[in-house]
């Protein structure tokens, strides 16, 4: 996707940004209320604690509120960008305290998880939000387990792609190759929502 | 053309697991293709689309507040330099001269309570009394008092005596001022009761004084002597 093929709500997100990075407090406001939940769900999946994930999440919206007018739309959409800041902060978080796996899902364990396709269906029906999580959740549930497995790996922990060959003792362009397959799969499926 | 390994690499540096020697060689790889870049970005949104796959947790409101508390004092704390500091930029000279003016005036003040305190006790003889008690010593009359007010600028001084009984014939009360700057006692006088015993003299050392730390009177031949040499009845100190 090209910043020119943006969706109505990246768009709204690059207004909301524009106006915080002059300063204005109520479209920080507003890009709290439509974020904090992704982010801080992101955050208490990586780190595990509520207390951790909400310290995060307030670094992470204090660097988007003074970073607002560094961001460069060309890179990503708002919400990438928040999303992979918040990435960073947690596995800085991680890493500080030495802690080398924190939380490791086995989607296909979790009874949650396994459930979400079906439970998130009646929520999604009302908030267009929970639809494209249930539709993320679904193409990434239908990826290759192998790729699925490298691709939680890579994103949910704080573990480099030589640590997860070595986690998972497989050739370092094994799972360099997997990570690259499923990222695109995962790209190519979630293009089709335009 | 993007080549397998640029794809390679375009997935680890969306999702952050280049390390900052790969990262910053794949950015001039990035500065060089429109392609590349445009690939990079899509990979992003998939990333960062991942997040959507977590069940949804709300975090609680006060984080908000918060947040929203930090925000406002940091852009109170940020607001431009030329509004706010000027103020603290000479704020602490000004505290300074403030803090010298206000010494000023004190040691000003100083000066004139002094003055004010040396003529209030020029003016009033009793700010510039010295008040002595004598009491006996080991071999002294028991009930034998005696009170001395002394008066260092004037150099003179009285004494008020009770229960001191007339001494034998031939023998006197000496009256002696023990100075910091004597070696030895200075004489005041001689001293002669009433048959009650009872003596109020004015009296004046035969030496100048510097700093009287005691009085004492003593038994001597009669008519006094200009070196104590009898015993002392009473004594004390201011």
């Not at chain 1, 988007?64 to 902060?89: C, E, H, K, M, N």
């Not at chain 2, 008690?133 to 009930?143: F, N, Q, V, Y």
């Amino acid at each position: 996707m090209s910043a020119e093929t943006a969706t109505a709500q990246q768009i709204a997100d690059r207004e909301m940004i524009a106006r915080i990075g002059r300063g204005d407090q109520s479209a920080f406001d507003a890009l709290y209320d439509r974020l904090s939940g992704p982010l801080y769900s992101l955050a208490l999946r990586m780190l595990g604690d509520a207390a951790d994930a909400q310290e995060a999440l307030q670094d992470v919206f204090l660097q988007i509120w003074s970073r607002a007018g560094a961001y460069d739309p060309q890179q990503s959409s708002v919400f990438s960008w928040s999303v992979l800041l918040t990435r960073s902060r947690v596995i800085d978080r991680l890493r500080a305290r030495g802690r080398r796996l924190r939380v490791l899902v086995d989607v296909e364990e979790d009874p949650t998880e396994a459930a979400d396709a079906s439970t998130a269906e009646s929520v999604a029906d009302t908030v267009n939000k929970d639809d494209e999580a249930v539709r993320v959740r679904s193409i990434l549930n239908n990826l290759p387990s192998e790729q699925r497995e490298v691709i939680e790996l890579a994103f949910f922990t704080d573990l480099t792609h030589h640590e997860i060959a070595t986690r998972l003792g497989q050739p370092l362009g094994t799972v360099k190759a997997r990570i690259r397959r499923g990222l695109l799969k995962l790209r190519e499926r979630l293009r089709t929502r335009l | 053309m993007i080549t397998e390994e640029q794809q390679d690499q375009a997935a680890l540096y969306a999702l952050g697991l280049l390390d900052l020697d790969e990262a910053a060689a794949f950015e001039s790889e990035l500065g060089a293709s429109a392609e590349l870049r445009n690939f990079v970005r899509e990979l992003r949104e998939a990333a960062g689309d991942l997040a959507l796959s977590v069940p949804s947790q709300s975090p609680p409101a006060s984080l908000k507040r918060r947040v929203m508390s930090e925000i406002v004092l940091e852009t109170e704390q940020s607001a431009p330099i030329s509004r706010r500091y000027p103020s603290f930029a000479w704020a602490p000279w000004a505290i300074a001269a403030i803090l010298i003016l206000f010494c000023g005036l004190l040691a000003l003040d100083r000066a004139r309570l002094q003055r004010e305190l040396a003529n209030i006790r020029a003016a009033d003889p009793l700010m510039q009394t010295i008040f002595f008690t004598l009491t006996p010593s080991e071999s002294g009359p028991a009930d034998a008092k005696a009170t001395v007010a002394w008066q260092p600028g004037q150099q003179t001084g009285v004494i008020r005596i009770t229960n001191l009984p007339i001494p034998e014939s031939g023998r006197d009360y000496q009256l002696w001022a023990v100075d910091a700057a004597h070696k030895d006692p200075i004489s005041a006088g001689v001293i002669r009761v009433d048959k009650n015993g009872v003596a109020q003299i004015r009296f004046k050392p035969v030496e100048m004084a510097q700093q009287v730390k005691a009085f004492a009177i003593s038994l001597e031949r009669e008519g006094g002597v200009p070196k104590k040499e009898g015993p002392i009845l009473l004594a004390g100190t201011a």
